[in-house]
């Protein structure tokens, strides 16, 4: 069982910048763990954000690659995404994701993972 808990998130001017932290409580280490963000807008649909293997596989989604970073510490089980040049459109709801590696490496973007945290809000205004 994995329990995932996102912080980080809040309201922010168009072109600033926030970090997300999604702190893992695994009973091993998160390093067999593929971990991924994931957001959610009103009236649309889950949006695969960035991806991370602990072997260093990265996947980001078109709309966010060269601002959105996807980092990870296996040793402290926490995964996090540095988000600059922050957008309207990056208003959201983000969700930490996880699953074992041999799951999730085919697609990991688009992955129904197992494990989910409760979400935190990001909101970017104009």
């Known amino acids: 069982q994995v329990q995932l808990v996102e912080s980080g998130g809040g309201s922010v001017q168009s072109g600033g910048s926030l970090r997300l932290s999604c702190i893992a409580s695994?009973?091993?280490?998160?390093?067999?763990?593929?971990m991924a963000w994931f957001r959610q807008a009103p009236g649309k649909e889950r949006e695969g954000v960035a991806s991370?293997?602990?072997?260093?596989?990265?996947f980001y989604a078109d709309t966010v690659k060269g601002r959105f970073t996807i980092s990870r510490d296996d040793a402290k089980n926490t995964a996090y995404l540095q988000m600059d040049s922050l957008k309207p459109e990056d208003t959201a709801m983000y969700y930490c994701?996880?699953?074992?590696?041999?799951?999730?490496?085919?697609?990991?973007?688009?992955?129904?993972?197992?494990?989910w945290g409760q979400g935190t809000q990001v909101t970017v205004s104009s």
């Open positions: 994701a996880a699953d074992f590696y041999w799951r999730a490496r085919l697609r990991p973007l688009s992955y129904s993972y197992s494990y």
């Open positions: 991370s293997s602990s072997s260093g596989d990265i």
């Open positions: 695994v009973s091993e280490s998160i390093s067999r763990y593929y």
